[in-house]
């Protein structure tokens, strides 16, 4: 046997071997492909629930989903999900999840939807503030103060990427056309609501509309220490007002003096 017949034996071999080894491992990739997959019933939306919503049966379905596309935070029971608050629109369809949702309180489905630590601020908005009606729950925007300082227009950014909770008396809004409204509601901490109250103490206030995938973060103006005292200043103080009262012909050897809110008593002689 020569050379050239024994290499050509041994290349047959090799192929051999290889061919018999992607056909096992086709194999078994079909047949994993083909088999059950294990599956687990989670909560989906059998309608469309807007934000502030309550859930009840009626929204819901249960449907089975393999396990590889079940998120960690699905709801998996409708006990869990009944009488849950919508913090979000939700979609027909959709698998239910627990950040999505919060537990009913006690008070106003509104007060419900507060995050933790946060408090609800409503101000007077106009045409303009309200960027002419194009606000609705869930948006974020930006907060401008205009003031005049030494009788120049200034313009101050004092709180940025804040949440609107609700227009007007709403917290839902199914409508995307523009709607004038009379007040905002907005999501804020304690320490930006006592800013947006100062500022509103020194000027005007403009709500800028934000993009909902604009992160960026904003230089905010600080407006404590002299803007506070300033707006001290400028608030009009109670002035004191005296008044004399004459009293019966009995008690003619006395006469009360009223100053603000005390009250002096002078005797007067004959």
């Given amino acids: 046997m020569n050379n050239k017949t024994i290499l050509f034996v041994l290349l047959s071999l090799i192929f051999g071997v290889a061919a018999v080894f992607l056909a096992q491992s086709w ?10 997959q294990a ?12 934000l502030g919503a309550i859930l009840e049966r009626k929204h819901l379905k249960l449907l ?6 079940i998120p ?3 709801i998996k029971s409708f006990e869990e999900a ?3 608050v919508v913090k979000q629109n939700l979609y027909a369809g959709e698998i239910l999840r627990s950040e999505r949702l919060t537990r009913k309180g006690e008070g106003s489905t509104l007060a419900s939807l507060i995050s933790p630590q946060m408090r609800a601020v409503t101000i007077r908005v106009n045409d303009v503030i309200g960027v002419a009606g194009f606000l609705l729950p869930g948006n974020r925007v930006d907060v401008l103060n205009l003031f005049k300082r030494d009788g120049r227009l200034q313009t101050d950014v004092v709180l ?3 949440k609107i909770l609700a227009i007007d008396q709403r917290a839902s809004s199914d409508e995307n056309k523009p709607k004038l409204v009379r007040a905002v509601t907005l999501e804020l901490t304690l320490g930006q609501a ?14 800028a509309l934000r993009n909902p995938n604009d992160s960026t973060k904003v230089e905010l103006a600080s407006i404590q220490g002299p803007d506070v005292k300033q707006i001290k200043e400028a608030e009009p103080k109670t002035q004191s007002v005296q008044a ?4 019966p012909s009995e008690t003619k050897s006395k006469v009360f003096l009223l100053k603000g809110m005390q009250e002096q008593v002078i005797k007067v002689s004959n």
Avoid: D, F, H, Y
């Fill in 27 to 36: 194999l078994k990739s079909n047949t994993e492909a083909n088999s059950p």
């Fill in 39 to 50: 599956t687990t019933g989670v909560v989906t939306m059998a309608t469309v629930a807007p």
């Fill in 64 to 69: 089975a989903m393999p396990n590889s596309v």
């Fill in 72 to 74: 960690e935070t699905a």
């Fill in 82 to 84: 009944e009488g849950m």
């Fill in 160 to 162: 940025a990427n804040v």
């Fill in 194 to 207: 006592e800013v947006i109250m100062i500022a509103k103490g020194r000027g005007k206030l403009q709500l």
């Fill in 244 to 247: 004399i009262v004459r009293l």
